[in-house]
């Protein structure tokens, strides 16, 4: 009886690494106090607030103070990375290029956006015009991040198409029995910051990144693989599905912004308004911030099952389930990590063998 390969790879290749396993553990450790940061923070405007009576002094020291926790959390991991990941390059370099960084933006521009928006508001004169025009600006700049932000514009421009003439071939022929119009792959920097990925990003415009760590690790054949995994994504415009959520969430929170400015310049009476602000604004920041992670994460585990099985179904169990370890491997994470099933890479190969047997032949 021939030994699955992919059993084989596992045996051969993920032996018991206290190094990764270390690394995984100091990240997951991070990621907790990140959130906690991401979500307390809201706080701190109760605080403010209740030292300074104006509100404009609640904005000034919120933003300070979100900023420097920022900074704070992108310098952890930059330690941690240069620790384990052996990284020669400065603070500064990562603060303005690595991934991470460019995560943590997002949630900052955005609670910063809401509380400017609030402040304008309450200088503009309180008009249904003003409104509608903080509306179409809230809104503007809100797609602008979502759909062309500076991280996509920072991966284009630091990056070159993928230069592999038999890869290139597949990936066309699965565009154009699968629907999709020419999307080339784009190769990007993953060995100063060792990250093994690819990924798709944009909506109107998409593109489809792997990093050289990755490519240079993997046969062709685990290449078109994950390749096919981020052509599903495209197909089935997941990143416009993810992304809709939020979209109704910022356009319920760009009203209730307008709301509260004209209660702020006194166009709508609403007593002890200026007591009551900075919960107001927490509520809105919250609303933001859930917006963005959580319907995400619901629905990301879905999309990520579509793309397997339209892989898979292309390609073969086997190439994609060795792509992917050896993709973890290269990421210092454990075949199975201490905290539990759901990180846990073996249930998706479980998954993947099954769409295996679903093939149509």
């Not at 514009?153 to 154009?176: K, Q, W």
């Amino acid at each position: 009886m021939q030994e699955d390969p992919v059993k084989a790879f596992i045996a051969s290749e993920f032996k018991t690494d206290p190094t990764s396993r270390n690394y995984m553990y100091m990240v997951r450790k991070l990621a907790g106090r990140n959130t906690a940061v991401l979500f307390l923070f809201p706080f701190a405007f109760v605080f403010i607030g209740a030292i300074f009576a104006h509100y404009l002094l609640v904005l000034a020291g919120s933003a300070a103070l979100y900023t420097g926790l920022i900074v704070l959390l992108i310098h952890s991991r930059y330690k941690l990375d240069k620790e384990y990941r052996q990284m020669s390059m400065s603070f500064r370099y990562f603060l303005f290029n690595s991934p991470i960084s460019f995560s943590f933006l997002k949630y900052f521009i955005f609670g910063i956006l809401v509380l400017s928006s609030i402040i304008s508001l309450s200088y503009l004169p309180p008009t249904i015009f003003t409104g509608i025009i903080e509306l179409v600006a809230f809104m503007g700049i809100t797609s602008f991040l979502l759909l062309w932000s500076p991280y996509i514009r920072n991966l284009i421009r630091h990056s070159t198409e993928l230069d592999s003439p038999g890869i290139n071939a597949r990936l066309s022929a699965m565009e154009r029995e699968a629907g999709i119009h020419e999307v080339r792959a784009r190769v990007i920097d993953g060995k100063t910051f060792g990250v093994a990925n690819a990924f798709c990003v944009g909506v109107f415009r998409p593109k489809i990144f792997i990093t050289d760590l990755l490519l240079e690790s993997v046969s062709e054949d685990e290449a078109v693989s994950l390749l096919a995994h981020e052509l599903a994504h495209l197909k089935y415009r997941h990143v416009l599905k993810r992304i809709l959520p939020t979209v109704v969430v910022l356009i319920a929170a760009t009203a209730a912004i307008i709301f509260l400015g004209m209660a702020l310049s006194g166009f709508i009476r609403i007593r002890g308004i200026q007591a009551m602000m900075p919960i107001y604004i927490q509520v809105i920041v919250y609303a933001i911030i859930f917006s963005i992670v959580f319907p995400s994460a619901l629905i990301r585990s879905r999309q990520e099952n579509d793309a397997d099985r339209f892989a898979v179904f292309h390609n073969g169990y086997v190439n994609l389930a060795i792509a992917l370890l050896k993709a973890r491997k290269l990421n210092l994470i454990p075949l199975a990590p201490f905290n539990g099933r759901r990180y846990s890479l073996i249930l998706r190969l479980d998954r993947l063998k099954k769409y295996e047997m679903e093939k149509p032949h």
